[in-house]
């Protein structure tokens, strides 16, 4: 089993960045995919970023790509999203997630979640 924290959200201006972490627990944290997803209100949880267990390929939503990076430290247990150039549209609540079945490219690849991380980006 694996629990999860994030940290890092907050209020920013736009075209300003943050970094979002989130460090989970157990020994086989390197065997998880992990991934960020987001909600806004009103909104459905998407898919924000993932990256693999293995070889550490990524995936990016496209509304995302080229401004955010996703990358982790397995000897930390730690997975990091890099967000630049925010925009008001990256406002949501933004949710860390591990899982070994899919590459996390959607809510049904999840197995655990943490209990996420508020980003306001106003102009």
């Known amino acids: 089993q694996v629990q999860l924290v994030e940290s890092g959200g907050g209020s920013v201006q736009v075209g300003a960045s943050l970094r979002l972490s989130c460090a989970g627990t157990g020994r086989t944290f390197s065997t998880y995919h992990m991934g960020w997803f987001r909600q806004a209100p009103g909104k459905e949880r998407e898919f924000v970023a993932t990256i693999t267990s293995s070889t550490g390929s990524t995936d990016y939503a496209d509304s995302v790509k080229g401004r955010f990076t996703i990358s982790r430290d397995n000897a930390k247990a730690r997975v990091y999203l890099q967000m630049n150039i925010l925009k008001p549209e990256d406002t949501a609540v933004y949710y860390c997630?591990?899982?070994?079945?899919?590459?996390?490219?959607?809510?049904?690849?999840?197995?655990?979640w943490g209990q996420g991380t508020q980003l306001t980006v106003s102009s």
């Open positions: 997630a591990a899982g070994r079945i899919g590459l996390l490219l959607t809510t049904r690849d999840v197995q655990y």
